[in-house]
């Protein structure tokens, strides 16, 4: 899983240097999916439940696994790039979520308080910690901050199947929920809205999810190993 990872790791990199103004989002999806079969990877989302792509595109108000398309990127939008990662049987997912040319302050701030929780959260995936605890700790930031959070998705064990127990909830109570014990690998997910409200609709291209007001949604995601030391990122140069 650490391998898969840093493959993941370097697909990430190389589409944060293509995602520009003038560029779509299928061009994206291609170049993923390109880079993934050059490392030596099998990409993860595609054909998984019926999605047909390398790479979940999520633009401005689309929060999670949006199709690529003919969506040609300007200068103002953010995108959530989200994508995962199969070899020899192991999974890796992670998303981040970049401004596309020059955005308004409001976009760089939701991008960065999602940034943090994200980093919150991993501190807190510890040996004995629960994931209540990992939910709590997000929630309380990322209301501090007058953001929303979406709560009808949530972050996800993985190992041999994309999506395992437990579930990992980006709000709750400390102390509840599944104890972290050392050899368990988890994905951490914040999904942000900058409205504050958290609710979410069906995208317009059906599959993906949308915040119910229009507002700007931000993303990040990491795929992270409990162990004595500490986390681990597994999804990170």
Known sequence: MRESGKILAQVIKHLEKNAKPGVTTMELNNAA????????????????NGFPYTLCASVNEVVVHGYPSNYVLKDGDIIGLDLGVILNDFYSDAAVTIPIGKVNFEARRLINVTKNALRYGIKKAKIGNTVGDIGNTIQRYVESQNYGIIRELCGHGIGKNLHEDPQILNFGKRGTGEKLQEGMVICIEPMLTA????????????????TKDGSLSAHFEHTIAITESGPVILTEI
Do not use: H, M, Q, T
């Open 33 to 48: 999916e390109a880079k993934i079969f050059e490392l030596g990877g099998v990409p993860a989302f595609k054909n998984y």
């Open 195 to 210: 409205s504050g409200e958290w609710r979410i609709k069906k995208a317009k291209d059906g599959y993906g999810y949308a």
